[in-house]
């Protein structure tokens, strides 16, 4: 079976092209299965960069330390799984009008990260979304989840916004713990349709929740928030 395997060797940091902290980029692609793994540096990984590429199997991403960035170009298709894993640094992670048949999983690690799905983007499975620590920002808008969803952020200050979504079965959202002096979690719903069953928990830290425009077809339950404000996404993500 095709696969294609890109590693970096041990090191005190990734260098692609001989450069540390480059870019690796798969502009077109039919190979079955794609892993890559790179290591220290500020890395940039790009599937899909010129106008969609495509994974007849699964697509892993493993991104080491430093500030790193992970982008699903538009009209990419993976076939089988999707898993994204970050390591310590600022990250971010962008999924742009791609579909995953297989189930989706992205983990990132301590410090402020960055996950964004958005652009009509259709991941069939089931999601998973885990923050790990710092004050990090899951936005997920204009998009469909065919399976169970579970977003998960650490402790700190953390900004969960649902935007224009459509979930098909049961979504979880676990808020970590913010301490602090006016730290709180952010819990963001609007224009959304849930239509499995809806359970927010924001383990009563202050934390707020707002809900605009959504459908329910199964009664939330929200509990551990303390705010019911308004509260706008796009302001959010500028």
């Known amino acids: 079976q095709e696969y294609l395997w890109v590693h970096t060797c041990p090191g005190d940091s990734t260098k692609i092209n001989g450069v540390s902290g480059g870019q690796l980029i798969v502009a077109k692609s039919s190979v079955a299965n794609i892993s890559a793994s790179l290591l220290g540096g500020n890395d940039?990984?790009?599937?899909?960069?010129?106008?969609g590429?495509?994974?007849?199997?699964?697509?892993?991403?493993?991104?080491?330390?430093?500030?790193?960035?992970?982008?699903i170009g538009a009209y990419s298709n993976i076939a089988g799984k999707l898993g994204i894993?970050?390591?310590?640094g600022e990250d971010k992670v962008m999924l742009n009008v791609t579909t995953v048949g297989g189930a989706t999983t992205i983990n990132t690690s301590s410090s402020k990260d960055r996950i964004h799905v958005m652009g009509a983007t259709y991941l069939k499975?089931?999601?998973t979304i885990d923050s790990g620590t710092g004050a990090d920002e899951v936005f997920l808008e204009h998009s469909?989840?065919?399976?169970?969803?579970?977003?998960k952020t650490g402790d700190d200050s953390d900004v969960v916004c649902l935007s224009h979504m459509t979930f098909d079965k049961k979504i979880d959202v676990l808020l970590g713990s913010a301490s602090g002096f006016l730290a709180f979690d952010v819990l963001d719903l609007h224009d959304s349709?849930?239509?499995?069953?809806?359970?927010?928990?924001?383990?009563?830290?202050?934390?707020?929740?707002?809900s605009d425009n959504n459908i329910f077809q199964v009664s939330p339950v929200v509990l551990h928030f303390e705010s019911y404000v308004d509260i706008d996404c796009d302001q959010l993500l500028s």
């Open 53 to 71: 590429a495509s994974s007849n199997g699964y697509l892993h991403i493993f991104m080491g330390s430093g500030n790193d960035t992970v982008e």
């Open 144 to 151: 469909q989840v065919g399976g169970d969803t579970l977003i």
């Open 85 to 88: 894993s970050t390591s310590s």
């Open 193 to 210: 349709t849930f239509k499995g069953a809806f359970q927010a928990d924001g383990e009563s830290d202050g934390d707020i929740y707002d």
């Open 44 to 51: 940039t990984f790009q599937f899909g960069a010129q106008g």
């Open 125 to 127: 499975g089931n999601l």
